[in-house]
Structure formats: C-alpha cells, structure tokens
C-alpha cells in the first residue's frame, strides 16, 4: 500500500521540512545536500526519512518515505531515500536514537578533510560543550570520528556499526565524512537539532581559530 503523504506521519514531515529550512537558512544544508530521518516505530524499526535529491530547504509533503531496519524502503512504488539511509539505520538500531540529521556545512566539510589523517577532530574548553547530551563542563573533550567517504553504502554501514559498539562510538555525539559533512543524532528531533547547533558552532570556531593562526612561521 502506498503511504498517503498528507496522513502518513504528518507531524514528524512538517517538523523534518522546519528542520530543513532552517538549516537551509544557516547554509548548513543547501541544494540537495543532507538528509534528515525520525523514528516513527520501534516494533518493527521504521524511520521517516528525506527522498533522495530533494531541496532540503524546499521539503515538501511528497519528500519523504519510510525504511526498514536494513535501511530499505517500506513501500517499493513510492518515493527512493536517500543512498545513506543505511547509516540512519545502523544508527536507528540503537534504542536511545530517535532521530539523525546530517549536514553539510563548509566548516564540517573542509575539518573533516583537514584533520582526516589523524581520524578525527577534537574538540575541547568551549563552554558550548554543555550543550551535548551528558557534557557537565567545558573541560570535556569531544572526539568527532571521521570516517572515509564512499559511494559503497553497506561497506560505510558496516564500519559504522563496529564503531558504535566501541568505547568510543558509545560516547560520540556525531561523526564526520571526509570532505562530506556531519552526521548527528538525538533521543529525538529536537535534541539532534541542539546536537547539529552545537557541533557546527564548535566546528566553526575551530575553523575560524586555524584559518586565523595562519601558516606557522619560519625559524
């Protein structure tokens, strides 16, 4: 059965296409770039997700579909998600996740390139930390993972998923793909939105700090 877009989870669409045009407006998320899912059952795992090539700043009804646990589409006649809903599903698995959204700011994406040999950013003694779910101070350090980029989606899901179930991904707000952007996520909509705010705003500031320190000097 096809979903009906004006019935079918319409509170989490209209909140999704908010999503999108604000982080439009932020340049955060422009043209295609991004994509945005919610939970919307556990028992089996279903989640609203952006279509793939759709305006994130022009969401409309039709915008949407619903993936399974596999990251596959519920409904084969209906709009195709986009080719990341893998990863939205790996992270979807865990029961504390209730929503991802995934950005692509210019700062995500040059940091991610710029510190990918050292496999990761880090982030530490910005008061902007307490923003992140479980951060009491600002001499927290946040490790964002980056994760190479590629077009091989269940390979990515794979890597992904070990990730999680290390310390590390236990602890993690987010992560990045190289030269692609930041993947962030909540027990719901609205704290993956803070978690998107916090981590670009951090992201920014880092980036702003190196571009402004310059080239080290000669001796």
Known sequence: MSLVPELDHAAERRALRETGAAFHARLWSIGTGGNFSVVVSRE???LLI????????????ADFTVIDGDGEPVDAGGTSPSAEAF???????????????????VWATLLSDLH????????????????????TTHEHTERVEIFDNT?????????????????AGARAHGFLLRGHGLYTWGRSLEDARRHVEVLEFLLEVLGRRTSAAGPPLSS
């Open 44 to 46: 089996p795992l279903r």
């Open 116 to 135: 990918a040999t050292a496999g990761a950013v880090e982030i530490a003694g910005y008061e902007m930390l307490k923003g992140l779910d479980g951060v």
């Open 151 to 167: 077009q091989d989606m269940p390979a990515l899901a794979g890597r992904l998923a070990a990730w999680l179930e290390s310390a």
């Open 50 to 61: 952006t279509a793939s090539g759709a305006d994130k700043g022009r969401l409309g009804e």
């Open 87 to 105: 990863l939205h599903a790996v992270l979807a698995r865990d029961p504390s996740i209730g929503a991802v959204l995934h950005t692509h700011s």
